[in-house]
């Protein structure tokens, strides 16, 4: 994944509470199998309503979503992030989250941004106000800015720094790339390996 270092953009307010993985996401949408392309199915229910937000040309573009709280509840599926991503957001502003959907934000790159519920409100009757409105989610200092709003938010160190160097989870495992070859150097021939025996070795012979 991608570094996050700062979230810069217009944002969209979504002022719904309680709003699960299956309204980010519905089901039909999960037989798909690729990863990318869920874009199209983001709250693709709500959207048949004209007047649901996604809607509104004034929003196009956005790249910040704005949330009331419990955002991302219900099921574990990572089609949600996809989602959400694909369609053009980097990060999600809300009271409180799915604490599932959350860690697989962290792991794609899509920022999760926890303020207070006042925070929150202010944000999102701030976008509201004015769609041109830009917000700024500065992962390394924890902080967001919206207009007239300035706020804290909180992130683990360990999910900051994996943010800010786009680790996922290969990235991570690539970090001990070198202790991980150094440790199957010594393994017995026989044994399962990560590393594919030379196409001249014969089996059973060392390494």
């Known amino acids: 994944m991608k570094p996050v270092t700062v979230v810069t ?13 299956d309204q980010i996401i519905p ?3 999960l037989k798909r199998v690729e990863r990318t392309g869920f874009g199209k199915g983001l709250f693709a229910e709500w959207r048949d309503d004209r007047g649901f937000v996604l809607n509104d040309p004034a929003y196009a573009g956005a790249t910040v979503l704005v949330a ?16 959400l991503m694909d369609y053009g957001f980097e990060a999600v502003i809300a009271s409180s989250f799915g604490d599932i959907f959350r860690n697989n934000c962290t792991k794609q790159g899509l920022v ?8 929150d409100r202010a944000i999102l009757d701030e976008v509201s106000a004015d769609p041109s409105l830009l917000v700024s989610v500065d992962v390394e200092h924890g902080t967001v800015e919206c207009g007239d709003v300035r706020a804290s938010f909180v992130l683990d160190e360990f999910t900051r720094q ?7 989870d290969i990235g991570l495992t690539l970090r001990y790339e070198d202790d991980i070859a150094a440790f199957e150097s010594q393994r017995a021939s026989w044994l399962p390996s990560a590393t594919p025996p030379s196409p001249s070795a014969a089996p059973g012979s060392p390494r």
């Open 9 to 21: 953009g217009r944002a969209l307010p979504l002022d719904r509470s309680d709003v699960d993985t």
């Open 68 to 83: 009331a709280s419990n955002f991302g509840t219900g099921s574990s599926r990572e089609h949600a992030v996809w989602a």
């Open 162 to 168: 994996r943010l800010l160097h786009g680790w996922d």
């Open 27 to 29: 089901s039909d949408w």
């Open 112 to 119: 999760p941004v926890q303020v207070t519920p006042e925070v």
